[in-house]
Nanobody, 123 residues
Framework: VQLQASGGGLVQAGDSLRLSCVASGFAFSDYGMGWFRQTNGKEREFVAAVTWSGGSTYYSDSVKGRFTISRDNARKTVYLQMNSLKPEDTADYYC?????????????????WGQGTQVTVSS
């Protein structure tokens, strides 16, 4: 099982980035997918999630209206479009996959995790 996240970088406040996470080794289209972020010394924080079909999405209050999660099951990829970035969005971003997700905002709802991709937003 592998989740390969990419797309992070250094941007200025107000800019946009799109993160991608390519999955392999499991039945991607059967899994709900989520994005979390983490900064040094803090707990991993929920950002966004999407159901297996893409029919439902969930967002944290801090990113709602600025970030969009989507998925392409044919490409086994989940995306996080991040617009109007703020310095407080600076973090390592992680994608995750869960087969039977109860509460998509919980870290323990997910079975597999990718490595992080770093996003830095300068003011």
């Amino acid at each position: 099982v592998q989740l390969q996240a990419s797309g992070g970088g250094l941007v200025q406040a107000g800019d946009s980035l799109r993160l991608s996470c390519v999955a392999s080794g499991f039945a991607f289209s059967d899994y709900g997918m989520g994005w979390f972020r983490q900064t040094n010394g803090k707990e991993r924080e929920f950002v966004a999630a999407v159901t297996w079909s893409g029919g439902s999405t969930y967002y944290s209050d801090s990113v709602k209206g600025r970030f969009t999660i989507s998925r392409d099951n044919a490409r086994k990829t989940v995306y996080l479009q991040m617009n109007s970035l703020k310095p407080e969005d600076t973090a390592d971003y992680y994608c995750a996959a869960g087969a039977r997700i109860g509460n998509p905002r919980r870290v323990d709802a997910y079975d597999y995790w990718g490595q992080g991709t770093q996003v830095t937003v300068s003011s």
